[in-house]
């Protein structure tokens, strides 16, 4: 599914800063088995990406609401015998109501939504609208995250719990909420009204399954009259007894198997037709040109109507046709490799040979098997994998496509066995699918880099890909030492994607001091990647770098510290460090960035000697606690300054 409620907004939620919930010392409850949410006293964690960076949440009741924004009228666009049932679908939403209407696939269920959509925004309505989003099952567990993004403004990395959900939205009233193609039971459909109480939802969905049948609409074939009237608007004619006869209506909507989207394609096939734009002016009105019955296959009219396309156009189709995933227009010239290609969406859409809904085109089944039919090349993986790559790493690129694209293209280049490909693009990908909260395709996308750097013979790569796929694993599929070790990380480095990797060896070599504390620590610093600030010098490395990377790369482990005197010399020796290193940085963000983080170093050594060590908690406990605390700063160490010095990533 895809929001078309507007891009996320608003600032991450500020952490707390009670002591009892904040920091590496925190109190960490692991209930039950490794799978499930993880626990943490009374709450339950999750992690969200929000302002360019992961962060934890205990539960979504830490998170402000955002405001709903108004819900989106469509483009106006004629329906032909539905006013009846749009009516009543408004009628029943506007008594706090929820709807649905049900029927199979292309039958028109969509246009009647956004009919109703209309007249709701009519009344400034506010709300959220859900699509369906590539290679994502539509299950309640990702209902729930998908619903949870929409009214929190932030990407969830994992299930959100119902219960929790249900009290932070128990406050929302007046809210309207669509999903389209819908697939959950009757049972599951209830419960998300009882989740959702202060909410009137419409849902589009093969079958009935809206526990109130009195509001489940069944959604019938265009009638006859209908599909006349419906031909005639796209024609701009007033077709009479013999102008249909000469089209071969009859059999045209047999043909189009009770779906409208085929009716207007068979239009824009008609106006094609050299017939048609040689027919005479003298010509009556209502009688157009007759049409040859042997061409009237939908999949016929789509082909004519393809082989027609500009070249710009015909690439896009097949383009679509070739990763079968939705595309933003701004994507086409990427993904083609043609740079004419942005602007080919109003002509393929003119053509009615895809769809367009929330900001993307969507071919056509007719239009797919058309493209076979004319045995067209697909779309290079390695033209399009240089595309998005480059995309994805400029500062002014797009709003990322579907991540589901970007595995596609991944799984294109290694059944092609283009290893060095695949490796580059999953560097760029794997970080643009978390950010998107599509953990699931991340770690997929990071199998496919490591199968790559195995058969590449990429070693730093595969070292890479082993590390990301297993911390990313561990956040993902419940591993709950593993990510509650996690929750001293509460902002992702910004570093650039070639550096990546670097960071994941330079955090394993961290983690071998206490691999429970420290096991998926990995998985919450990667984010998108950005570009290094600073400009080397001559040399490679900015003056005072070299200084720095020798101070903060620990010659002791954490666990070699057992009381807060040894954390407070080691605090105070990497601030005496960091201050030498900036004296020497002739760069103003390179010493800006070393005396921030000396500073830093200096007042929690402070803070944490002032603290002093219980007496009446266990020498082995405090040690534990004290490696924790450790660890923690060592790596806001890397975070804060490998954007300045990125050699301290090598």
Same mark, same amino acid.
């Given at each position: 599914?895809?929001? *078309?409620?507007?891009?996320?907004?608003?600032?991450?939620?500020?952490?707390?800063?009670?002591?009892?919930?904040?920091?590496?010392?925190?109190?960490?409850?692991?209930?039950?088995?490794?799978?499930?949410?993880?626990?943490?006293?009374?709450?339950?964690?999750?992690?969200?990406?929000?302002?360019?960076?992961?962060?934890?949440?205990?539960?979504?009741?830490?998170?402000?609401?955002?405001?709903?924004?108004?819900?989106?009228?469509?483009?106006?666009?004629?329906?032909?015998?539905?006013?009846?049932?749009?009516?009543?679908? +408004?009628?029943?939403?506007?008594?706090?109501?929820?709807?649905?209407?049900?029927?199979?696939?292309?039958?028109?269920?969509?246009?009647?939504?956004?009919?109703?959509?209309?007249?709701?925004?009519?009344?400034?309505?506010?709300?959220?609208?859900?699509? /369906?989003?590539?290679?994502?099952?539509?299950?309640? &567990?990702?209902?729930?995250?998908?619903?949870?993004? !929409?009214?929190?403004?932030?990407?969830?990395?994992?299930?959100?719990?119902?219960?929790?959900?249900? *009290?932070?939205?128990?406050?929302?009233?007046?809210?309207?909420?669509?999903? +389209?193609?819908?697939?959950?039971?009757?049972?599951?459909?209830?419960?998300?009204?009882?989740?959702?109480?202060?909410?009137?939802?419409?849902?589009?969905?093969?079958?009935?399954?809206?526990?109130?049948?009195?509001?489940?609409?069944?959604?019938?074939?265009?009638?006859?009259?209908?599909?006349?009237?419906?031909?005639?608007?796209?024609?701009?004619?007033?077709?009479?007894?013999?102008?249909?006869?000469?089209?071969?209506?009859?059999?045209?909507?047999?043909?189009?198997?009770?779906?409208?989207?085929?009716?207007?394609?068979?239009?824009?096939?008609?106006?094609?037709?050299?017939?048609?734009?040689?027919?005479?002016?003298?010509?009556?009105?209502?009688?157009?040109?007759?049409?040859?019955?042997?061409?009237?296959? /939908?999949?016929?009219?789509?082909?004519?109507?393809?082989? @027609?396309?500009?070249?710009?156009?015909?690439?896009?189709?097949?383009?679509?046709?070739?990763?079968?995933?939705?595309?933003?227009?701004?994507?086409?010239?990427?993904?083609?490799?043609?740079?004419?290609?942005?602007?080919?969406?109003? *002509?393929?859409?003119?053509?009615?040979?895809?769809?367009?809904?929330?900001? =993307?085109?969507?071919?056509?089944?007719?239009?797919?098997?058309?493209?076979?039919?004319?045995?067209?090349?697909?779309?290079?993986?390695?033209?399009?994998?240089?595309?998005?790559?480059?995309?994805?790493?400029?500062?002014?690129?797009?709003?990322?496509?579907?991540?589901?694209?970007?595995?596609?293209?991944?799984?294109?280049?290694?059944?092609?066995?283009?290893?060095?490909?695949?490796?580059?693009?999953?560097? =760029?990908?794997?970080?643009?699918?978390?950010?998107?909260?599509?953990?699931?395709?991340?770690?997929?996308?990071?199998?496919?880099?490591?199968?790559?750097?195995?058969?590449?013979?990429?070693?730093?790569?595969?070292?890479?890909?082993?590390?990301?796929? *297993?911390?990313?694993?561990?956040?993902?599929?419940?591993?709950?030492?593993?990510? @509650?070790?996690?929750?001293?990380?509460?902002?992702?480095?910004?570093?650039?994607?070639?550096?990546?990797?670097?960071?994941?060896?330079?955090?394993?070599?961290?983690?071998?001091?206490?691999?429970?504390?420290?096991?998926?620590?990995?998985?919450?610093?990667?984010?998108?990647?950005?570009?290094?600030?600073?400009?080397?010098?001559?040399?490679?490395?900015?003056?005072?770098?070299?200084?720095?990377?020798?101070?903060?790369?620990?010659?002791?482990?954490? =666990?070699?510290?057992?009381?807060?005197?040894?954390?407070?010399?080691?605090?105070?020796?990497?601030?005496?460090?960091?201050?030498? !290193?900036?004296?020497?940085?002739?760069?103003?963000?390179?010493?800006?960035?070393?005396?921030?983080?000396?500073?830093?170093?200096?007042?929690?050594?402070?803070?944490?000697?002032?603290?002093?060590?219980?007496?009446?908690?266990?020498?082995?406990?405090?040690?534990?606690?004290?490696?924790?605390?450790?660890?923690?700063? &060592?790596?806001?160490?890397?975070? &804060?300054?490998? /954007?300045?010095?990125?050699?301290?990533?090598?």
């Amino acid at each position: 599914m895809s929001g *078309e409620a507007g891009p996320l907004d608003g600032p991450a939620a500020q952490m707390s800063q009670d002591p009892a919930r904040s920091g590496a010392e925190r109190s960490i409850v692991v209930h039950g088995d490794v799978q499930g949410n993880v626990s943490t006293g009374d709450y339950t964690l999750n992690v969200i990406y929000a302002d360019g960076k992961f962060v934890e949440t205990e539960s979504v009741l830490e998170l402000p609401l955002r405001e709903t924004p108004p819900l989106r009228a469509p483009a106006q666009a004629d329906l032909f015998g539905r006013d009846e049932i749009v009516e009543q679908a +408004f009628r029943q939403l506007t008594e706090g109501t929820s709807v649905q209407l049900y029927g199979p696939a292309d039958i028109g269920k969509k246009a009647i939504a956004e009919a109703v959509h209309r007249k709701l925004a009519a009344q400034g309505q506010r709300g959220h609208v859900l699509s /369906p989003r590539a290679g994502e099952t539509g299950t309640l &567990e990702i209902l729930y995250q998908r619903l949870a993004e !929409a009214f929190f403004g932030k990407s969830f990395l994992r299930g959100v719990d119902e219960t929790m959900l249900h *009290e932070a939205v128990a406050d929302v009233s007046d809210v309207h909420v669509t999903v +389209f193609d819908c697939e959950l039971g009757r049972e599951d459909v209830a419960r998300v009204l009882h989740t959702f109480p202060g909410c009137t939802f419409l849902f589009t969905s093969p079958y009935p399954t809206l526990p109130d049948t009195a509001a489940a609409h069944q959604v019938q074939p265009l009638a006859r009259a209908a599909a006349i009237e419906l031909l005639s608007s796209e024609l701009g004619l007033a077709l009479g007894p013999v102008g249909l006869q000469n089209l071969q209506f009859d059999h045209a909507y047999r043909m189009a198997d009770d779906k409208p989207q085929r009716l207007r394609q068979y239009a824009e096939f008609i106006k094609g037709s050299d017939q048609w734009r040689a027919r005479a002016a003298r010509e009556p009105h209502d009688q157009p040109p007759p049409v040859d019955p042997d061409r009237l296959s /939908p999949r016929h009219q789509a082909e004519a109507l393809a082989v @027609a396309l500009s070249e710009p156009a015909r690439s896009v189709l097949v383009a679509l046709a070739t990763f079968g995933v939705p595309l933003p227009a701004a994507w086409f010239a990427p993904v083609t490799g043609d740079p004419r290609a942005a602007d080919a969406g109003p *002509e393929l859409y003119d053509r009615r040979l895809v769809t367009y809904s929330a900001g =993307t085109y969507q071919i056509t089944e007719d239009a797919a098997a058309a493209v076979r039919n004319q045995n067209w090349a697909p779309t290079a993986a390695a033209t399009a994998a240089e595309g998005l790559t480059a995309a994805l790493a400029a500062k002014a690129g797009p709003p990322g496509p579907d991540p589901y694209l970007l595995l596609i293209v991944a799984r294109a280049l290694s059944e092609t066995q283009q290893w060095v490909l695949v490796s580059r693009l999953v560097k =760029t990908a794997a970080p643009t699918a978390l950010a998107a909260g599509r953990g699931q395709i991340a770690l997929r996308l990071y199998v496919l880099g490591k199968v790559a750097a195995t058969h590449g013979g990429m070693t730093k790569d595969l070292k890479y890909y082993v590390s990301a796929e *297993e911390q990313i694993s561990n956040l993902l599929k419940g591993d709950k030492l593993a990510v @509650a070790a996690a929750l001293a990380l509460v902002a992702a480095p910004v570093v650039p994607t070639a550096k990546i990797g670097s960071l994941f060896s330079y955090l394993a070599k961290l983690a071998t001091a206490n691999t429970a504390a420290t096991a998926g620590t990995a998985a919450v610093v990667v984010a998108a990647a950005t570009t290094v600030v600073v400009v080397a010098s001559g040399s490679g490395v900015p003056a005072g770098c070299d200084e720095a990377k020798q101070i903060i790369v620990a010659k002791s482990q954490p =666990t070699e510290m057992r009381a807060t005197k040894d954390f407070v010399a080691r605090s105070r020796q990497v601030a005496s460090g960091l201050n030498a !290193a900036a004296a020497k940085a002739t760069d103003a963000k390179v010493k800006s960035a070393l005396q921030s983080r000396a500073n830093e170093r200096n007042s929690v050594a402070d803070a944490k000697e002032r603290e002093g060590d219980d007496p009446d908690i266990h020498p082995d406990v405090v040690a534990a606690l004290i490696a924790g605390k450790a660890l923690h700063e &060592e790596i806001k160490d890397v975070q &804060e300054i490998s /954007p300045v010095c990125s050699n301290v990533l090598e």
